[in-house]
């Protein structure tokens, strides 16, 4: 009978691997002590690669029969923790970055015998650099955001000191693997921002002998791209306030430029739609800049609407258009 | 009952009230002691009924924004030095015996001109045209000038050199691909430029013309927050986004990256190489924080504002000035206001971050009338701030009557 549990056990263990839920630690941790044979206890540290300082939770994981009346004492690096005494469960902050905390349980069972187990946090900051390939006005200070089907280029930097081409990366965007597996080296990726409000992007990072050493989820935001028009100077160059609603046009001239947000760099640079409706009549630009319209008065008085629409016609949902009301 | 008495029954109801109204409007009358008026209104006696949570408006004292005519030695207050915009601007003392001026830059030409803060003169000092200038940094010895020409794939960076003969700049190109540039206070320029995937900082002497690399950052997408001169502490984030995470590291003299425990969403930041202030979103607010670097703690800072509207006083790590509106900051931010969706109507702070204080310099909208956000600042370490309206790009001045870390 037990044989047979332990058999389901492992069996639900590869299971468990095989469907991968790699972002439920506790779960596979727990499943693995089991697998490995619930007679052992253990210590488990969740979340199991915390941030340097960051807050942990430290569990007694005593499965074997008879050590509920364990008597437990805790200690961290040598040093006892009598307010733990006999707790199963209890928080404490992971230390700095690099520096290494050994937690120690020593279980006193007259039936089971006297047992000692440890387990070492190590944190680092695994940090993930999101770069995506979409476009924002020169102006902008900020960062692009992806929109789907863009392009993203991915950086994990760990602060352990080792050359990154000395540690191995596993990359994950949502169930796909990148890169084909683990690879060494590979601490870059680049990937197309797939369909789908949000994705996740996971990475593993593990020493050369396989023994990983941190790992971090990240949530990937998807956005559409979107148009503001801004009025340009000849002179003094664009303006840094956008024209949200509508432009009362001063002069006998105005030009003005949509500036689209987080739009594929490459449908941006060659776009296949890229049109100006002056009044729901297409207009054509001069200068040059598919992205910039001069408009010049006709009459003394008068309004119109004024449309821009760009757009990848193989990627549909790569384009945006926008338009606002002009008076003079 | 029958159907006339109910017709009855409501016309002298009506009568009733038509007698009521015209007693109250031809014989009813207050008087008000406070003014000794005669009211043709009813007092109806209902009490107090202003709401008491109202609180009046403080009252605007609009005394308008001085010309820098009217600086001399002893004025001190608000100063809107240009109604134009500049594209850069310095505050230039060629020599100790020499009185400070402020070289700024006009967009489009790239001409230089120049305001003598002891008469107020303005004279242009460079006729030579950098086409289509859209940025610039000069030395504090006023001997050197970076521009930056065009947008996009076309912009060219080049270096000048100030005539001592003429009103003229001699320039020459420079082919790194340049992302940002700030002059330094040993009259070099600190600039970041993209080699391949990653971002490079470089000191550029002009004096000698040599280049040197200070350190790589394996990421394009960065901001720095750059030291006062090529030995100072710099700082990078990954440039801002309210949906993305940053984190800051730390850029030592020898060009290593310490990560600090500062990260979060839409974060941005600015070091003083003892403290960080950093804002982030924080759920549905964004707040800013101040991190002391010696004991790796972090407290939420006196005043919210963006980083990118303060900037330090050199040799002194625990005082930064700041732009700081009294506004709600949404959780968008600092997107919106990089968009120029949002904009702050600022008052002008010294934030003190070893004690975690803040003490109002001008109230700007109050003392000019005017909107200004807030952006680029400058100090001349003792009591000069300058800065621009990110509105129209105007350069503004304030004079402080003490000595800005006081």
Known sequence: MIVNMRKLILSLAVIGAMVGMPALAQFDNTLNSLAAGSAVPSIEIDPPFPKPGQEITVSLKDYRSGSQGSAITWSTNGKELPEMKNLLSFKLDAPGSGEVLQVNAYIANAALGDTVVNVEVRPYYLDLVIEPQTRVPEFYLGRSLPSIGSSINATALIDNGVNPNNLIYRWRVNQTVLDGGATRGHNKVSFPMPIGNDSIISVEVSQLDGTMIAKKNLRLPSVAPSILFYEVDPLLGISRLPIVKSLLMVGNSATIKAEPYNLDSRTYNSPDISEWKVGNTGATTLSGNPYEITLEKTQVSGGFDLEFHVRNTKEVLQGAKKSIKVDF | ?406
């Open chain 2, 1 to 406: 009952m029958k159907r006339p008495v109910f017709i009855i029954i409501g016309a002298v109801a009506i009568l009733i009230l038509m007698a009521v109204w015209v007693y109250v409007l031809f014989f009813s009358s207050t008087s008000s002691e406070e003014t000794n008026q005669t009211e043709t209104f009813a007092n109806l006696d209902l009490g107090d009924t202003s709401d008491p949570n109202y609180v009046p408006p403080p009252t605007t004292v609009n005394t308008g924004s001085k010309t820098i005519t009217d600086v001399s030695e002893d004025m001190v207050g608000l100063f809107q030095l240009t109604t134009l915009p500049v594209i850069g601007y310095q505050e230039v003392q060629k020599d100790a015996s020499s009185t400070a001026e402020v070289y700024y830059v006009e967009p489009g030409s790239g001409h230089v001109y120049s305001i003598n803060l002891k008469s107020g003169e303005t004279k242009k000092i460079s006729r030579t045209t950098i086409p289509a200038a859209s940025k610039a940094a000069i030395t504090p010895n006023g001997k050197y000038i970076m521009f930056q020409s065009g947008n996009g794939l076309g912009k060219e960076f080049s270096i000048g050199i100030f005539s001592t003969s003429s009103d003229t700049i001699s320039t020459g190109l420079i082919t790194d691909r340049i992302v940002d540039f700030t002059p330094t206070t040993d009259n070099t320029f600190l600039y970041s430029a993209i080699v391949d995937g990653s971002l490079v900082g470089k000191h550029y002497i002009p004096a000698t013309d040599k280049i040197e690399t200070l350190f790589t950052l394996p990421f394009r997408e960065a901001t720095i927050a750059w030291g006062n001169n090529k030995q100072a502490t710099h700082y990078s984030y990954p440039k801002a986004s309210y949906r993305l995470e940053g984190f800051v590291y730390e850029i030592s003299s020898k060009g290593t990256l310490t990560r600090l425990p500062v990260d979060g969403y839409g974060l941005s930041a600015i070091g003083t190489g003892d403290y960080v202030l950093f804002s982030s979103r924080d759920g549905d607010f964004y707040t800013s924080n101040i991190h002391q670097i010696n004991n790796n703690t972090s407290n939420e800072a006196s005043i919210t504002t963006l980083p990118e509207k303060c900037t330090g006083i050199s040799n002194n790590s625990t005082y930064l000035v700041c732009g700081a509106a009294i506004a709600n900051y949404g959780y968008s931010l600092p997107d919106r206001w990089y968009q120029g969706l949002d904009s702050f109507a600022d008052d002008l702070w010294l934030v003190n971050l070893d004690t975690n204080s803040a003490r109002l310099l001008s109230a700007i909208n109050n003392e000019s009338g005017r909107l200004v956000d807030v952006v680029n600042l400058k100090t001349n370490n003792v009591d000069h701030v300058y800065f621009q309206n990110k509105l129209d790009q105007t350069l503004w001045l304030f004079i402080s009557d003490t000595t800005l870390n006081e």
